[in-house]
């Protein structure tokens, strides 16, 4: 009986522990049943998760855009995990850079004073029309570090060629085999985690890797810090 409960008892801290990362509770039960049996359907899952048939189908589709499965073409679609040690290196990481830029942020109040507000935007669709409208008052230059920058370029495409015909210089940097906007500078880097865009050095927007919120600000001296770390990461 002790065993049982103490089983139970860590099965209910893994899925809490999943659910801190951004996991639905269906999502965190089929995570956890994939990574016991290695694979499956959305019939075997929800069985193994012991979760309602039809959700199962929304909670892999949920893991697999959040990152943490991968799935087969053809019918029945079969799910595989992503290994635990990956996504611990890739939320590590994800840790790692929030402080750093926390860091970084530190270092900039210590040395200009306190910066302008940084205010936060939620929800997707008002973090592309953010987006959009730096890209749209950009009269320089424009640079933008993203995983997302497929969603991005279809939700803006006529933003991106409408900058390019004022001139503006776009710098892409994204995951590789990603298609950058036409005409653009573009270069390719492994595991970035989160959207950074600088705006005429003088402004900055900094979003989840989801698109689901961001920040921005119009302060030039953090915007200048932030374009000489996206400057380093294309030099590496």
Known sequence: MAGRISLKAEYEALKTGLESLGLSSYESRAYMALVAYGYGDAEFIAKTAKIPRTSSYKALSGLQKKGFAVSSEGRPRVYRPISPENLKEKFVKRIEETFEKLALLRDMVSEYGEPQIV?????????????????????????I??????????????????????????????EPFQRSPPCTKSFHKKGLIATDIISDGERALLAAHDLSACGYTDNPALAEHLENFLYIMISE
């Open 119 to 143: 205010y936060t935007i939620a929800g997707k669709d008002k973090v592309l029309k953010k987006i959009g409208e730096l890209l749209d008052t950009t009269t320089g230059r424009f640079m």
């Open 145 to 174: 570090a993203t995983p997302a920058i497929s969603e991005i370029r279809e939700e803006l495409s006529k933003n991106f060629s409408a900058a390019l015909t004022r001139g503006v210089e776009i710098t892409v940097i994204t």
